[in-house]
């Protein structure tokens, strides 16, 4: 099993949602922007600028936005700067919380971070307290439309992990360097539509919690952590079922 648990599809969902399609795209074309400032504004020669246009068109983000922000990271001033944050805790019931930000700053950052975590009942842990319970991984999901055994065979043959069938859909995991390689076979082999496809952080172990209640305060946690602007991703090890 990927150990992609339930709680992607929920995030994933979450993001597709109207109301809330703005802010991702403004997330998501900061973090374009401070991959393609960070190195070359060419995908082709900028593989963290290719892996974030993949995360930004799975989002269906549109493509002129996506050039604006590449546009934009050409012709930046030496004074714009954004660091990469990472801030690690636990959430109600000792979920472990891994929370990426990029920030041009950083005490506004940790004031809000910290404040959310206290609010809703977690707490921040230390550099490292959690980070370990979570790897990198490209996930792809794919409607199984397409053949299963053609699918199944491109992407195991081009170095993928994982091939699992989950409610009509095939998701596949990939190291955070095969990712591109994966997909580009992919699309050799005639798949078209990609439901997901990014390389993000997913837990090794997750953890179960029966109870409701404590469950809906790991999610308020999640959400009002998700809402804050320097806050790209959050990622917990929660179990959905």
Same mark, same amino acid.
């Given at each position: 099993?990927s150990?992609?648990s339930?709680?992607?599809t929920?995030h +994933?969902?979450?993001? #597709?949602?109207?109301a809330?399609?703005?802010?991702v795209?403004?997330?998501?074309? %900061?973090? $374009?922007y401070? *991959?393609a400032?960070s190195?070359?504004?060419?995908?082709?020669?900028?593989?963290s600028? +290719?892996?974030?246009? #993949?995360k930004?068109r799975?989002?269906n983000m549109?493509?002129?936005n996506i050039? %604006?922000? $590449?546009?934009k *990271?050409?012709?930046?001033?030496?004074?714009?700067?954004?660091?990469?944050?990472?801030?690690?805790g636990?959430?109600p019931?000792?979920?472990?919380?891994m929370?990426?930000?990029l920030?041009?700053? %950083?005490?506004r950052?940790?004031?809000?971070?910290?404040?959310t975590?206290?609010?809703?009942?977690g707490n921040?842990?230390?550099s490292?307290?959690v980070?370990?319970?979570?790897?990198r991984?490209?996930?792809?999901?794919?409607p199984?439309?397409y053949n299963?055994?053609?699918?199944m065979?491109?992407?195991?043959d081009?170095?993928?992990?994982?091939?699992?069938l989950?409610?009509?859909?095939?998701?596949i995991?990939?190291?955070?360097e095969n990712f591109?390689k994966v997909?580009?076979?992919?699309e050799?082999?005639?798949v078209?539509e990609?439901?997901?496809?990014?390389v993000?952080?997913?837990?090794t172990?997750?953890?179960?919690?029966?109870d409701?209640?404590q469950?809906e305060?790991?999610?308020?946690?999640?959400?009002q952590?998700e809402e804050?602007?320097?806050?790209?991703?959050?990622f917990?090890?929660l179990?959905e079922s």
């Open positions: 099993m150990g992609h339930k709680w992607a929920i +994933r969902k979450k993001g #597709e949602l109207d809330a399609r703005g802010k795209f403004q997330k998501l074309a %900061k973090e $374009i401070v *991959a400032k190195g070359s504004p060419d995908p082709d020669s900028n593989a600028l +290719r892996m974030v246009i #993949e930004a799975s989002a549109p493509k002129d050039e %604006k922000a $590449i546009q *990271a050409k012709g930046a001033t030496e004074g714009e700067h954004y660091d990469a944050i990472r801030y690690e636990y959430g019931s000792g979920v472990a919380v929370v990426d930000c920030t041009d700053n %950083k005490n950052t940790a004031s809000d971070v910290r404040s975590f206290t609010k809703r009942g921040l842990g230390t490292g307290s980070s370990y319970l979570f790897e991984r490209g996930i792809i999901d794919i199984s439309d299963e055994e053609d699918v065979m491109t992407a195991l081009h170095g993928a992990l994982d091939f699992v989950i409610d009509n859909v095939y998701e995991v990939t190291s955070a591109i997909k580009k076979a992919l050799d082999v005639g078209r990609f439901l997901t496809s990014e993000t952080f997913i837990p172990n997750t953890v179960g919690i029966d409701e209640e469950k305060k790991i999610h308020n946690l999640i959400e952590l804050l602007d320097d806050v790209q991703d959050v917990c090890n179990k």
